[in-house]
């Protein structure tokens, strides 16, 4: 008669618990803009990759000041003559087959956008809630899809009000839905523009652009960049996020090479509690460079919180 080892069920178990490790972990921790570039793909397709976690569909690049709000989108579409609503099947295609959370951007380097004052501000989150989020309009430029959040990248205009917008945006939560607001200053701290907003503490990521900057990594630069580094996981949000370009093109200066951000990069800043993953800048320069299949296995936080609250029951009694 052959003996059952009492050790089967440890290894057993400790296979099954390797397993579901390595299931969570495969989840992103990446977040990328898409919408600036016509031949960067679908956004479906760009979810199917698997390499995203948060997609950022971009720009709402006018509002506010009495302005009629309009969006880029590049090459892709037309969303102010209805020319986009075939985007809501591939938001809830991300959204549901692929657990991808999907965020309006509002701003971006180029456009007309402000806030005048704080009743500016609750017109444009109420614009913002009926043609992109839960409420409802006649005139949804992308679909009827509801996106997640609203994400601020605010690089010109006014400095004024944001803070006002973040508040409106946020009442709009429930418990059912909330809606995730998301930020991304430049990494001099404070921001210019988003700082006041970023400290009513009620972001729940910033994707901070770590390039075109004093403050970007390069070897020669590591005392600054991660003092800065420090200085944002800081501030009272969720999580913060490393903004990165996706490829030399991407940016004017502030690019590091996949190798370089999981071997000299990475190890400076996985260690806080607040680290959340990165960001790139742009899925275009990330389909050029195939970045993120590059690093996607380096770049989550390496907490597994979940082991600290998983029973394992015996396989077998022995």
């Not at 009495?66 to 102010?80: E, F, K, S, V, Y």
């Not at 006014?158 to 009442?171: E, I, P, Y």
């Not at 949000?237 to 991407?250: D, N």
Request: negative net charge; glycine residues 10%.
């Amino acid at each position: 008669m052959a003996i059952r080892s009492p050790a089967s069920p440890l290894l057993l178990a400790a296979c099954l618990l390797l397993a579901l490790a390595g299931r969570l972990r495969a989840e992103s921790c990446i977040a990328v803009y898409w919408g600036q570039n016509g031949n960067e793909g679908s956004l479906r397709d760009a979810c199917a990759t698997g390499y995203y976690k948060y997609v950022l569909v971009a720009f709402l690049n006018q509002f506010g000041g009495g302005q009629i709000p309009q969006m880029n989108l590049a090459g892709h579409c037309d969303p102010n003559s209805g020319g986009c609503t075939f985007l809501s099947s591939d938001i809830i295609s991300c959204q549901q087959d692929y657990n991808v959370t999907v965020m309006l951007s509002l701003g971006g380097g180029i456009g007309s956008y402000r806030l005048v004052s704080e009743e500016d501000a609750r017109g444009v989150a109420a614009y913002i809630w009926n043609n992109f989020l839960g409420g409802s309009s006649a005139s949804r430029p992308l679909g009827n899809a509801v996106l997640d959040g609203v994400d601020f990248d605010i690089e010109g205009g006014s400095r004024d009000h944001w803070d006002d917008l973040a508040r409106f945006l946020h009442a709009y939560s429930t418990p059912e839905r909330k809606v995730y607001l998301s930020a991304a200053p430049q990494c001099p701290i404070p921001d210019y523009y988003l700082q006041t907003a970023i400290d009513t503490g009620l972001f729940d990521y910033l994707w901070v652009q770590f390039y075109n900057n004093y403050c970007q990594y390069s070897p020669s630069n590591v005392g600054t960049f991660v003092q800065v580094w420090n200085q944002w996981t800081s501030t009272n949000v969720s999580k913060v996020f490393l903004g990165l370009p996706a490829s030399p093109q991407a940016a004017g200066s502030g690019y590091v090479a996949p190798d370089g951000l999981i071997n000299n990069v990475l190890p400076l800043i996985k260690g806080s509690e607040k680290y959340g993953g990165i960001m790139l800048w742009s899925r275009y320069y990330d389909v050029l460079n195939n970045y993120s299949a590059q690093v996607k296995d380096y770049v989550c936080p390496n907490d597994l919180s979940f082991t600290s609250t998983m029973r394992i029951e015996p396989l077998v009694k022995v």
